[in-house]
Structure formats: structure tokens, C-alpha cells
Nanobody
């Protein structure tokens, strides 16, 4: 069983920064992708940033230049550094892990609120 544990969310003012962390544990093999999705109130869950197929990264257009995904080699941990936060970044952020045999796992979600 794979478990994803997120941390680092909270309330921040516009222009501020937050760093999210996601640690994966359990029986993990053949990771294809690991990263972050966000779900704003009343909207669908959407990709924010992710590693895929190794070292390739994908970012939503709305966060390019502001958010950076990184990972800790060998520890199945990914981070999302969020800078220049905007109110529209407010969402529940979910850690996601996918394997090459099409298994998909989600974290419990962590709230990020950008407000003055």
C-alpha cells in the first residue's frame, strides 16, 4: 500500500511564498510520475507541476516562472516551491503518484489560501 503525506500548506498574503512537501512510503516501484494537482473551489482538479518519466517536468501555464517542483533523490519525496502567490492560487493541493503499470495514488490534500 502506498501512502502520500503532504505538508507545508497554510495562509499566505499575495506575493508571499510557501513550500509544499510530499513524502511517499510503502510498496513503491516503477514510478512514472510524481507531482502536484490543485483543486480550487467549484473547479476540477488540475495539474500544477509534476515529474514524469524520469527528470522531465510539466507545469501548468498559470504557474510557470513562479512555482518550482523538485525532489529528493532516493527518498520518494517531492517539493513544490510556490513564489509570488496570487489569490487565484488558492486551492487544495494534492500530491499524486503514478506508476508505469497505471496505478495512481493521491495524498489527502492540503489547503493553500492566498489572501490579504
Amino acid at each position: 500500500q502506498v501512502q502520500l503525506v503532504e505538508s507545508g500548506g497554510g495562509l499566505v498574503q499575495p506575493g508571499g511564498s510557501l513550500r509544499l512537501s510530499c513524502a511517499a512510503s510503502g510498496s513503491i516501484s516503477n514510478i512514472y510520475a510524481m507531482g502536484w494537482y490543485g483543486q480550487a473551489p467549484g473547479k476540477q482538479r488540475e495539474l500544477v507541476a509534476t515529474f514524469t518519466g524520469g527528470d522531465s517536468t510539466n507545469y501548468a501555464d498559470s504557474v510557470k516562472g513562479r512555482f518550482t517542483i523538485s525532489r529528493e533523490s532516493g527518498k520518494n519525496t517531492v517539493y513544490l516551491q510556490m513564489n509570488s502567490l496570487k489569490p487565484e492560487d488558492t486551492a487544495v493541493y494534492y500530491c499524486n503518484l503514478e506508476t508505469w503499470d497505471l496505478a495512481r495514488y493521491w495524498g489527502q490534500g492540503i489547503q493553500v489560501t492566498v489572501s490579504s
